[in-house]
């Protein structure tokens, strides 16, 4: 019982941990700054603390780690479209282990008009 009392908890404190944090670029395989990548899901980032103005390259890709904890401007930035940050969050929430979408294809499959991918169409 008490582990069920403390994962809210733990959320809690990961999603204040990341209300402080904004993309700044995506990084090249040199891990270079750049503008675009070819694979938004499997590609390290840069991140900026906005608080202390301190900058670290991502531990996890988008496709292990998701975009839920990303801001709306984030998300533009990255260059998603709002419809596409709908689609994968939903897919998040539907699935039955809060899987992510893990690649350019899947994401593509799921904003494909008329394909059953998931039941919220």
């Excluded at 395989?29 to 301190?54: C, I, K």
């Excluded at 401007?73 to 260059?79: A, H, L, N, V």
């Excluded at 893990?102 to 998931?118: R, W």
Aim: with cysteine; hydrophobic share 40%.
């Amino acid at each position: 019982m008490e582990y069920i009392q403390e994962e809210p908890l733990m959320r809690n404190a990961r999603t204040d941990f990341y209300k402080c944090m904004e993309f700044v670029a995506w990084l090249n395989d040199a891990g270079e700054p750049v503008d675009f990548v070819n694979d938004r899901f499997n590609s390290h980032y840069l991140m900026r603390d906005v608080e202390t103005n301190e900058t670290w390259v991502s531990e996890r890709t988008i496709a292990e780690e998701g975009v839920g904890f990303f801001s709306l401007s984030d998300i533009e930035r990255i260059g998603f479209t709002t419809a596409e940050y709908q689609a994968m969050l939903r897919f998040i929430f539907e699935s039955a282990e809060y899987e992510c979408v893990t690649s350019e294809e899947e994401l593509d499959k799921l904003m494909s008009p008329g394909l059953p991918a998931l039941g919220w169409r």
